[in-house]
């Protein structure tokens, strides 16, 4: 049954035209603070189907934490609405790279792990007539268990899993 819902979805967005009155640009460079990459991010969205009220887009960014981490949030985004006001939602997973000191048999170390979200998306999205961008939006994230190299034969606990309820806004140009 699931299959049958996938491939009838997949149907239904490769039939969807692509052009629009209500949007122009289908391509998009913002900043956001806090939101999918935790912190910052700077991304990138190229709109892959539209209709006059229901917009695609998938989604790629970077971000860094200090020197020590670095992650990439990734999403799938649906925008609906006309005009230069729209309803953004979307889903994605941000994935961090990390490097940690410690101490192994007190001698100085470093770890290297992976932290994984799960990401989610609901906000509002104005994009001017010019290409000015501005984004805001409730991200909510989801932390899985870190996952260690497969060297690492006694890997420590890392953090819990856990709900991280959060928001984001961003600015950017859309052209």
Known sequence: MKSCIK???????????YGSHAQKF???IYGEVLGNGLFYSINYERNILATEKVF??????FTS???????IPVMMLAY????????ETGLGYTGFYREEDFLNYMVPDKR??????????????????????????FTPLYRFNTTYPF???????G????????????FGKSF
């Open 7 to 17: 491939i009838l979805f997949i149907i239904l967005l490769m039939s969807l035209p």
């Open 26 to 28: 289908r391509n998009s």
């Open 56 to 61: 695609l887009s998938p989604s790629v960014g």
């Open 65 to 71: 934490v200090g020197r020590n981490a670095t992650g």
């Open 80 to 87: 609906f609405g006309g005009g230069n006001s729209s309803l």
């Open 112 to 137: 290297t792990y992976f932290e994984h979200y799960s990401t989610a998306r609901l906000g509002y999205r104005y994009e001017s007539p010019k290409g000015f961008l501005f984004k805001v939006a």
């Open 151 to 157: 060297h690492e034969v006694y890997a420590p606990d």
């Open 159 to 170: 953090p819990a899993p856990r709900f991280i309820p959060s928001g984001g806004i961003g």
